[in-house]
């Protein structure tokens, strides 16, 4: 079994910015891929940012140049720094991993619970 916990969300103004963490725990032998996803009312989920095992970052082309993606493998973490906030950027975000379990031979993804994030204009 595998956890993920989000931290970080909360109410922030227009062209603020907030720090969304994650934390895997649980029966993990690799983490490859991490990443954040959004999904606001209405819409569908949406990726906002990858990272690769080897730091290969990609994002959506709406949070380029705002937001920032980072992992620290020594912890399980993955986090997401977001600058510059725009009200459309309100939504529920989730992180995921691509993890192998240990005496697991293949890998499996897992999601966190979700944080709210609310940016007002």
């Known amino acids: 079994q595998v956890q993920l916990v989000e931290s970080g969300g909360g109410l922030v103004q227009a062209g603020g910015s907030l720090r969304l963490s994650c934390a895997a725990s649980g029966s993990i032998s690799r983490i490859n891929a991490m990443g954040w996803y959004r999904q606001a009312p209405g819409n569908q989920r949406e990726l906002v940012a990858t990272?690769?095992?080897?730091?290969?970052?990609n994002y959506a082309d709406s949070v380029k140049g705002r937001f920032t993606i980072s992992r620290d493998d020594a912890k399980n973490t993955v986090s997401l720094q977001m600058n510059s906030l725009k009200f459309e950027d309100t939504a529920v975000y989730y992180c995921?991993?691509?993890?192998?379990?240990?005496?697991?031979?293949?890998?499996?993804?897992?999601w966190g619970q979700g944080t709210q994030v609310t940016v007002s204009s």
């Open positions: 990272i690769t095992s080897s730091g290969t970052t």
């Open positions: 995921n991993a691509v993890v192998r379990r240990i005496y697991t031979p293949t890998t499996s993804i897992s």
